[in-house]
């Protein structure tokens, strides 16, 4: 396995998506809405929070290797884990795994860090939050990923919603605004979407783990009707935006790209194996980055004609 290979892997590198749609969204709001582009700024607030991103993917990694869910659903038939596998399989040691998840960290902070001396020290307050929502969504005290009370939904909402969006528009700018946190509405419930159905992949060993997802909690067939909710309400969102004058009319040809994750759910059952699934992340994931492509290609053409 090559470096770069071990690095993805560990990282879950290819997930970037979920990060550089809301980054894309709230710099095109910026020049559009306000006329303010800097592209230093933009690598810069990209890369940075590709980097947080990634510090989350692993320091969840680290903490449910810690708290033995991954080896738990490492070792449960039918169960699909999600997590890289190095730990579990013994190809990275803990202590060397633990040094690239806070490497992550420490290049978002340097990221953030500069990004305050050109745009405003309240962008520090986005790298702080950000920072703590990710590492105590598993990590003890408390562990608020585990608790079953949907403060898990809720804050993936903000870090991959609202603030990303927000963020990189006041990077932009210097100052904050309600169109960004509007716009960020349909990216923040899809990701959330995304998100909570890959629980689906294993909940069962989340279960005998003690890690009470909200669908461990409410069992699979009420979780169903959640999911199928937050994709209402992502693409309804879509329509608020234009409704709003956030988004151009045209922006509603978003709405086609509901047709993957809809197709997927009508062949579901109310129970269904872990690998029945699989197709349902795909299709989410689609759903996530095609929605945000077609918001910010339509507000950017609003912006340029």
Known sequence: MSKWTLF????????????????????VGAYVWERSFHPVLFILTLIGAISAHLFSNMVNDLWDYRNGTDTKAK??????????GLLTGGILSESFYAKMTWSMLAIALICGGILSIYSGWNILWFVLVGALIAYFYVAPP?????????????????????????????????HFS?????????????????????HFLHWKADEQAGKLTLVVVWGEQKALVFSRVLLFTGYASVVICVLMGVLPVYALLALVTAFWPIRIYRGLKPHNASPAYIPLMGASQKASVRCGVVMAATLLIQGLF
Not at 8 to 27: H, N
Not at 182 to 190: E, N, Q, T
């Open 142 to 174: 408390l562990r608020y990923g585990y608790r079953g009370k949907g403060y898990s939904e809720i804050a993936i909402f903000i870090a991959f919603g609202i603030m990303p969006v927000l963020g990189s528009f006041f990077v932009q700018t210097g």
């Open 8 to 27: 993805t892997k560990a990282t879950r590198f290819w997930s970037f998506s979920v990060m550089l749609i809301p980054i894309v969204l709230g710099t």
């Open 75 to 84: 070792n449960s038939a039918g169960e699909i884990s999600t997590n890289s």
């Open 178 to 198: 309600m169109k960004p946190v509007i716009l960020s509405l349909p990216v923040g419930f899809l990701t959330t979407l995304l998100l909570f159905n890959h």
